[in-house]
């Protein structure tokens, strides 16, 4: 608690799962949070359930010109920003045979465009000594069938947080890429037929060392470790919260 008093954070995608978590637990560590999503609803109740802490911003990072709202919202509130979570992003299964452009699009525009526009519009923000946290994904470290163009997206991020860290280096700025495990949130959850959420938990879970899926407030507390100066020497790291997936 108060690892981040006085500071300013965006979470991108903080309407529910993962990003709801890590925006309530950087409210909690004293920061003020920013966070976006695409469903004013969604928005407002992610905003209620933090309190004055929070400033909600309806943006969909795959479209860079919905950006400059975020910019605006953070100017307007003034101290720059200290910590950025790129978590917005998103896939569906598709096998190569199946792929299509619309579905190659698609992924990357939210995975890589979004990640990529998403840092480049807040440049300007970042104090010295920020931190820059991008979702990972421990399929970009494995071969999972029909999961390719996701694979491949979250590969194309884990490449840019290595060039981030040099690049921002001199003024002070961490960049890390977070790699959750899996995780029981609704975008999870909704990569399942209907009526198939548990077989695909439990399908899952056969391949976590933990024996078990996680959950989004395990995340959310890597996200506070990696905003704040406790990881203050770590910068272009991989860093795995995924129960042991892809380490045994």
């Given amino acids: 608690m108060g690892s981040l008093n006085g500071k300013n954070a965006l979470v991108t995608g903080g ?3 993962i990003g709801l978590a890590a925006a309530q637990a950087l409210a909690e560590a004293g920061a003020h949070v920013f966070l976006t ?5 969604k928005i407002d109740a992610a905003v209620a359930s933090i309190g004055e802490a929070a400033t909600g911003i309806r943006s969909d990072v795959s479209e860079p010109d919905q950006l400059d ?7 307007a509130h003034g101290g720059g920003l200290d910590a950025v979570f790129t978590n917005a992003g998103g896939g569906e299964f598709a096998t190569l045979a199946d792929l299509t452009a619309e579905h190659y699009h698609d992924t990357f525009d939210r995975n890589v465009a979004g990640t990529v526009f998403t840092v480049q519009k807040v440049l300007p923000l970042l104090n010295s000594g920020a931190s820059v946290i991008l979702a990972g994904s ?3 470290s494995r071969g999972v069938p029909a999961f390719g163009a996701y694979a491949a997206s979250k590969a194309a991020v884990r490449s840019f947080g290595r060039t981030w860290a ?6 002070g700025i961490r960049v890390n890429v977070l790699v959750p495990g899996p995780i029981e949130t609704p975008g999870l959850l909704g990569l399942a037929p209907e009526g198939g959420e548990k077989e695909l938990l439990e399908s899952l879970t056969a391949d976590v060392t933990l024996g078990r899926v996680g959950q989004p407030s395990e995340i959310a507390t890597a996200v506070v470790f990696l905003a704040s100066s406790a990881s203050s020497f770590m910068t272009g790291s991989e860093i795995f ?8």
């Fill in 15 to 17: 309407t529910s799962g």
């Fill in 166 to 171: 040099a690049e921002l280096a001199p003024r």
């Fill in 69 to 75: 709202a975020v910019v605006d919202a953070i100017t």
């Fill in 138 to 140: 421990t399929a970009a």
């Fill in 241 to 248: 919260v995924d129960g042991g997936e892809v380490q045994t």
């Fill in 37 to 41: 999503g695409r469903n004013q609803d």
